[in-house]
């Protein structure tokens, strides 16, 4: 009923910069939350960014705070992440994750991309 579409991952040197971007399309009402998660090989998957509330505000893992930038069009229903100053412990699989309201009687419901792969070399 709702896919998510990542885009613009890749190989970068550190101290480089990277935006993804994750479209959502499909049988969409709204959406409330929608962000970025990461998983490195043999590390649990973990936060990194992620608009609340239909983009009112925003929450950052402190490991990217002051580097990354979480943003979102609402009339796209994209959500994008400006990466900058990227480090070699920022390579992991880079998933984005929606909670969607498919229908206005149903429960909000949590739909995830296929994850894009991000690696940064020293």
């Known amino acids: 009923q709702v896919q998510l579409v990542e885009s613009g991952g890749g190989l970068v040197q550190a101290g480089g910069s990277l935006r993804l971007s994750c479209a959502a399309s499909g049988s969409i009402f709204s959406i409330n939350d929608m962000g970025w998660y990461r998983q490195a090989p043999g590390k649990q998957r973990e936060l990194v960014a992620v608009?609340?509330?239909?983009?009112?505000?925003?929450n950052y893992a402190d490991s990217v705070k002051g580097r990354f930038t979480i943003s979102r069009d609402n009339v796209k229903n994209t959500v994008y992440l400006q990466m900058n100053s990227l480090k070699p412990e920022d390579t992991a699989v880079y998933y984005c994750?929606?909670?969607?309201?498919?229908?206005?009687?149903?429960?909000?419901?949590?739909?995830w991309g296929q994850g894009i792969q991000v690696t940064v070399s020293s």
């Open positions: 994750k929606a909670v969607v309201v498919v229908h206005l009687a149903w429960l909000p419901q949590n739909y």
């Open positions: 608009t609340i509330s239909g983009g009112s505000s925003t």
